[in-house]
């Protein structure tokens, strides 16, 4: 980065902390980095800061987890014995046996925010993760990193290599008593990895099926230590936090939940994107000012606000702030903050037939509800979809939602596929009662996608029971 440009991404270093030092086509070296300020929130935390302090600092801030949940990082943190209030005087070498873990298998459909930030600006990652691992003095930590990823990984292992090289990883860092090793291992590719403690459990070699909670990775995680898994957004949050105060993170932003998010849009708008944006930006402001709006021509149906696992909604949600508690009121879920949007040209069926596809392909198969309920309502909506559904089907598909909510399930996936399906039962029961009344799908047909034959075969297993699109 030449000095224009450094003295350009300097100025929104206060109001766009994540991504004013990303650059996609040279990432900042060391040297770059530490010149551009980087390597500064560390330096605080380990020589001004005791891990208490620095916990106490984060917990200020208001910041909440950005890999989907939304948990209080602090609250987190917390649970950890050695930041325990009976754990007080320990010292923190005494303690190696916690973990740090950065959850960067992103493969949420609809979700590409961390991928930027890792192969953007790696060294944030990795001064985010001396933060995090000092607080909660862990000795050892790991980057989960999404196999597919493999600019991300050489850009990780060459940072890593780096801060090895300049005393920020090892032993002593910058003199200090602390030391820590970092890793970056690569999954084997699977949704499921990214649920934490499948993630944990594929970490140490397992096959990657979630855990029961309690007890939570805090508590007894990785070989049975307390870790700490945290999405690559979250940590990468702490630098800044440090470097500038928690007062400055809330007042990032004018809602409740506080600092900055990473935001994204694809499916049918003009300008699908990217954009770190102050939290609580409204969803019309991120779809029609940002994302470009509709395509010319077509109108808003619906929108999942979070990614894939989340609930739709609509145009009378658009003035909703995207925070984590708006949303929620809303009935969704900020998720991972990445809009999937669907036109009135597309069948919402459809979408969702593929949504539940995916979610039926990544079921790990530990959990009845979850292995079954997922094929099942990939069946059923095949069926609806083909124009072969009838009103049982339906109330199948309610039943199934009821089958795979939480609680009868090991981890959130199935939870989260129902999130998708149940609220498009909701929003366009229209949609699906037609598939079933006329025996085909009307928006295949408005596009010329139904063929005679098609067409003929759908009426035949129908028995000639309803009327068909063509009436
Ligand atoms: C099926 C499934 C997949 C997930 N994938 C990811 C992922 O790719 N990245 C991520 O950060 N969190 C993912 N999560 C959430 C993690 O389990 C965990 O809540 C998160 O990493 C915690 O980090 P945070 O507190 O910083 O948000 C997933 C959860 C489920 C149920």
């Known amino acids: 980065m030449d000095n224009k440009h450094l003295e350009a991404a300097l100025e929104q270093a206060l109001t766009k902390p994540l991504t004013h030092l990303v650059n996609l086509e040279h990432p900042l070296d060391f040297n770059a980095y530490v010149h551009a300020g980087g390597y500064m929130g560390a330096t605080k935390a380990l020589k001004e800061f005791t891990p208490k302090e620095v916990l106490t600092i984060v917990s200020n801030s208001g910041l909440k987890g950005r890999g989907g949940a939304g948990f209080p990082t602090g609250m987190k943190w917390s649970c950890v014995p050695s930041l325990q209030e009976n754990t007080a005087g320990h010292s923190i070498n005494k303690l190696e046996n916690s973990y740090l873990i950065c959850n960067a298998d ?183 000012e940002h994302a470009g709006g509709m395509p010319d021509g077509v109108q808003l149906k619906g929108l999942l606000p979070g990614g894939a696992s989340t609930d739709f909604l609509t145009e009378q949600h658009l003035d ?66 083909q124009g072969k559904g009838t009103n049982a089907d339906l109330k199948q598909l309610e039943e199934l939602c009821d089958f795979m909510w939480l609680g009868k399930t090991h981890c959130a996936l199935a939870p989260g596929a129902v999130e998708p399906l149940k609220s498009a039962m909701r929003y366009f029961k229209a949609d699906f009662e037609q598939h079933i009344e006329q025996g085909c799908c009307s928006y295949q047909k408005a596009k010329g996608e139904l063929t005679t034959s098609e067409e003929q075969l759908a009426k035949e297993q129908r028995k000639g029971e309803h009327h068909d699109c063509a009436k």
């Open 106 to 288: 992103e493969m949420e459909p609809g979700t590409f925010k961390d991928r930027h930030l890792l192969e953007g600006v790696p060294h944030q990652l990795i001064e985010a993760m001396i933060i995090a691992s000092y607080t909660i003095s862990a000795n050892k930590a790991f980057i989960f990193l999404r196999g597919e990823y493999h600019l991300a990984a050489k850009r990780l292992q060459k940072a890593i290599d780096e801060a090895y090289e300049n005393n920020w990883l090892g032993a002593k860092i910058q003199g200090s008593d602390y030391q820590l090793d970092l890793y970056l291992h690569t999954s084997a590719g699977r949704y499921i990895c990214g649920e934490e403690t499948a993630l944990i459990n594929a970490l140490e070699g397992k096959r990657a099926n979630p855990r029961a909670k309690p007890p939570f990775p805090q508590v007894s995680g990785l070989f049975g230590k307390p870790t700490v898994v945290n999405n690559v957004e979250t940590l990468s949050n702490l630098p800044h936090i440090l470097k500038h105060g928690s007062e400055w993170f809330k007042d990032l932003s004018p809602h409740s939940d506080p600092g900055t998010k990473m935001y994204a849009a694809c499916g049918q708008v003009k300008k699908p994107g990217l954009w770190e944006l102050p939290m609580g930006v409204t969803i019309r402001e991120l779809l029609f």
């Open 320 to 385: 909703t702030p995207m925070d984590f508690d708006s949303i929620g009121k809303a009935g969704s879920r900020l998720g991972t903050g990445g809009l999937i949007v669907l036109g009135d040209k597309h069948c919402p069926v459809a979408m969702v037939l593929n949504l539940l596809q995916f979610f039926a392909q990544e079921s790990c198969g530990w959990c009845t509800p979850c292995r079954d309920g997922t094929a099942w309502a990939v069946e059923i909506l095949t069926r609806i979809e």
